[in-house]
T-cell receptor
């Protein structure tokens, strides 16, 4: 079967750095996405990785290792507004997104 | 640009009743999707459409039907609602539905079936 694993909840301090991990087992691979979802709102796109390595976009970076079936999202200089759920999703061989349950990130002052 | 709109925002529905959730996008995207999101679970694909006139089944299609008469609209119908269909429903769209294609989400419809 297809499976996406990520921690259920993480806590971090304002101004710090946090890394959210995602491991996956899917039928085929056509890229990995990270989305941010604030409570009661729609998911919004953060990043996309299809090749191994690090993609940096401002305070957010995303890393992919296809051989290990592993990705992480790195958030730097945390702000209170970063409190949200972070969703990892893999596009499978049928170009359908398989979603993890999401990691709820709590930022403390 | 509105992007994707969904209606209604929320609804309470009696079991056995039918209901259509509406979704409209103004980005001229070819592909559209319906997901449900339940606590503790990832988004699950109900139905999708890669282009107007075609539809396909996702992971959890039972009890739901869709149509895609034109590019902009992708309604989701529950023929006879059951309590297990209580969920938040998100409509999404993407340019082509192929590799690397980012999906953009509507604001969601919160449905409660009693």
């Amino acid at each position: 079967g297809q499976n996406i694993d990520q921690p259920t909840e993480m806590t971090a301090t304002e101004g710090a750095i946090v890394q959210i991990n995602c491991t996956y087992q899917t039928s085929g691979f056509n890229g990995l996405f990270w989305y941010q979802q604030h409570a009661g709102e729609a998911p919004t796109f953060l990043s996309y990785n299809v090749l191994d390595g690090l993609e940096e976009k401002g305070r957010f970076s995303s890393f992919l290792s296809r051989s290990k079936g592993y990705s992480y999202l790195l958030l730097k200089e945390l702000q209170m507004k970063d409190s949200a759920s972070y969703l990892c999703a893999v596009m499978d061989s049928n170009y359908q997104l398989i979603w993890g349950a999401g990691t709820k990130l709590i930022i403390k002052p | 640009t509105a992007g994707i709109t969904q209606a209604p925002t929320s609804q309470i529905l009696a079991a056995g009743r039918s209901m259509t959730l509406r979704c409209t996008q103004d980005m001229r995207h070819n592909a559209m999707y319906w997901y449900r999101q339940d606590l503790g679970l990832g988004l699950r694909l109900i139905h999708y459409s890669n282009t107007a006139g075609t539809t396909g089944k996702g992971e959890v299609p039972d009890g739901y039907s869709v149509s895609r008469a034109n590019t902009d609209d992708f309604p989701l119908t529950l023929a006879s609602a059951v309590p297990s269909q209580t969920s938040v429903y998100f409509c999404a769209s993407s340019d082509s539905g192929t590799g690397g294609d980012t999906q953009y989400f509507g604001p969601g419809t919160r449905l409660t079936v009693l």
